[in-house]
């Protein structure tokens, strides 16, 4: 929604593992990777490159093995070269650099805008799309992540390593990723921060708004355009395997997690996040 003014490139995920070959001529290693000055530097020029907009066309088809690579590539290389034409800004749109953040914004001079969700909604996704997550081999393996924001956190990674309580995994990511969020917005109260059940609520106002923080251009027609995306007209929810269908009734899209969890998941949740979730709610 930040590129329907047509002033800002959007990038999908570069920091994912699972999209490579893409705009990261190599994949990192971790899922949530954390780059720091202690760790940035062998980073630096590819992620550059990304936030220049150039793409590396002749790296990425060389190194692609299956059709999906080709047909994702396709379409991200066009985009790139028009975006290069436009001398557009690149929006990048990525929960895995949350833990990249300050090093993002201290080094490129980025302008983070972080997104809050309820715990609730947050593991309700978990649960739904069957999404585990292996903290031994991507948290508990990146040394300077647990020392400078995941150290209190540890003994509960542990304790899910192999396991399949997706709602237990869940909670146990919340808490970590949002903790984390917690301690930024003190360190750095100059980034956007934004509820996401705020701008589901009044996604118009809670546009304008972001689009003035970020300095986009607000007109009729983003205006419209964001309008028919968050529209009650919209389906409140689509199926698993549809889930990049971003038209929705956002305002009833924020409250699915009702029906996604049982009334003891939901206990479960709202109990095992509170401590976290009292920084962010009421």
């Not at 715990?119 to 649960?127: D, E, G, R």
């Not at 585990?132 to 992540?145: K, T, V």
């Not at 309580?165 to 956007?192: C, H, S, T």
């Not at 919209?234 to 038209?247: C, E, F, H, L, Y």
Request: hydrophobic share 40%.
């Amino acid at each position: 929604m930040l590129c329907e003014s047509g002033e800002a490139a959007y990038i999908h995920e570069p920091f994912c593992p699972n999209r490579s070959p893409g705009w990261l001529t190599e994949p990192l290693p971790y899922w949530y990777m954390y780059l720091s000055p202690a760790n940035g530097d062998v980073y630096e020029t590819v992620i550059e490159r990304v936030l220049q907009l150039r793409y590396p066309v002749a790296r990425s088809l060389v190194a692609s093995r299956r059709p999906q690579d080709l047909a994702r590539q396709v379409p991200e290389i066009a985009h790139s070269l028009s975006y290069k034409t436009r001398r557009l800004r690149a929006l990048l749109k990525d929960p895995f650099a949350l833990f990249s953040t300050e090093w993002l914004a201290d080094r490129f001079s980025v302008l983070p805008v972080v997104m809050i969700r309820r715990p609730v909604a947050f593991v309700s996704s978990i649960k739904r799309l069957n999404w585990g997550f292996d903290y031994e081999q991507n948290w508990l393996a990146q040394p300077l992540l647990m020392r400078d924001h995941l150290g209190g956190h540890a003994e509960r990674f542990s304790g899910y390593v192999g396991e399949t309580d997706l709602v237990g995994e869940g909670i146990v990511m919340w808490n970590a990723l949002y903790d984390f969020v917690a301690k930024l917005r003190e360190r750095r109260p100059e980034f956007a921060y934004v509820v996401y059940e705020d701008l589901a609520a009044d996604p118009l106002a809670g546009f304008e708004s972001l689009y003035a923080r970020t300095g986009l251009r607000w007109d009729s027609r983003t205006r419209a355009r964001i309008a028919s995306f968050s529209d009650h007209a919209n389906p409140k929810d689509v199926s698993a395997r549809r889930r990049r269908v971003i038209k929705r009734d956002s305002q009833a899209a924020s409250q699915t997690w009702r029906q996604r969890l049982t009334p003891p998941e939901i206990e479960r949740v709202t109990r095992e996040t509170a401590a976290v979730a009292a920084l962010f709610y009421d």
